[in-house]
């Protein structure tokens, strides 16, 4: 079964500087796809970024990016210029493109504090 | 287009009656995905459907709890007999398909937050 780990309980951030929260997985599947999900304080959960694992190039959203290292299991996500309302939880999610549908697989988050 | 909805946004129940939680997928999404979180822990899934059918339902508790998504109408769970146990937040996600197959990305809705009392 595949298993994603945070190692990092909460993380906290000067606005406008840079942060990077940590994210590895363990998995036996050479295709699959990685997702960073933010949930802020009205719990709803938004898509931040995602990045299929097929891909070298690290997928990029504006002030969101990953570093994602395949052989390292290891997909980290930086935020630049962080901004007051970047404040929130964050889960790194895995899924595999193995079978159509298949199930997210969550870690258990990060919470991230912007401090103006 | 309008996002996933869930309702209730909260739900109150007493310990031994019945908790019903609808979710409508995106326009357009036929794949349903039920997860649960447990206060300060991540999400959990429980049951992933297609329109009348559970695909997979393996983390879904044995007892007390069900499933569906109707050919018309939105997807239901259905907790019977609810325990302390159940409080927790009841996400649901929907994602698109191409020719059947679902697509990578699940678009979540706000949640349904339960407090058993």
């Known amino acids: 079964a595949q298993t994603v780990t945070q190692s990092q309980p909460e993380m906290s951030v000067q606005e406008a500087e840079t942060v990077t929260l940590s994210c590895t997985y363990d998995?036996?599947?050479?295709?699959?796809?990685l997702f960073w999900y933010k949930q802020p304080p009205s719990r709803q959960m938004i898509l931040v970024i995602r990045q299929e694992a097929y891909k070298q190039q690290n997928a990029t959203e504006n002030r969101f990016s990953v570093n994602f290292q395949k052989a390292a299991k290891s997909f980290s996500l930086k935020i630049s210029d962080s901004q007051l309302g970047d404040a929130a939880m964050y889960f790194c999610?895995?899924?595999?493109?193995?079978?159509?549908?298949?199930?997210?697989?969550f870690g258990e988050g990060t919470q991230l504090t912007v401090n103006p | 287009n309008a996002g996933v909805m869930q309702n209730p946004r909260h739900l109150v129940r007493r310990r031994g009656q019945e908790a019903r939680l609808r979710c409508s997928p995106m326009?357009?999404?036929?794949?349903v995905y039920w997860y649960r979180q447990l206060p300060e822990e991540g999400l959990k899934f429980m049951v992933y459907l297609q329109k009348e059918n559970i695909i997979d339902e393996s983390g879904m508790p044995k007892e007390r709890f069900s499933a569906e998504f109707p050919k018309e109408g939105p997807s239901i769970l259905r907790i019977q007999q609810v325990v302390r146990g159940d409080s927790a937040a009841y996400f649901c996600?929907?994602?698109?398909?191409?020719?059947?197959?679902?697509?990578?990305?699940?678009?979540f809705g706000p949640g349904t937050r339960l407090l058993v009392l």
């Open positions: 998995t036996s599947e050479s295709d699959y796809y």
């Open positions: 326009k357009g999404h036929s794949h």
């Open positions: 999610a895995y899924r595999s493109a193995r079978t159509s549908g298949s199930r997210l697989t």
């Open positions: 996600a929907s994602s698109p398909s191409t020719g059947g197959v679902s697509q990578e990305t699940q678009y």
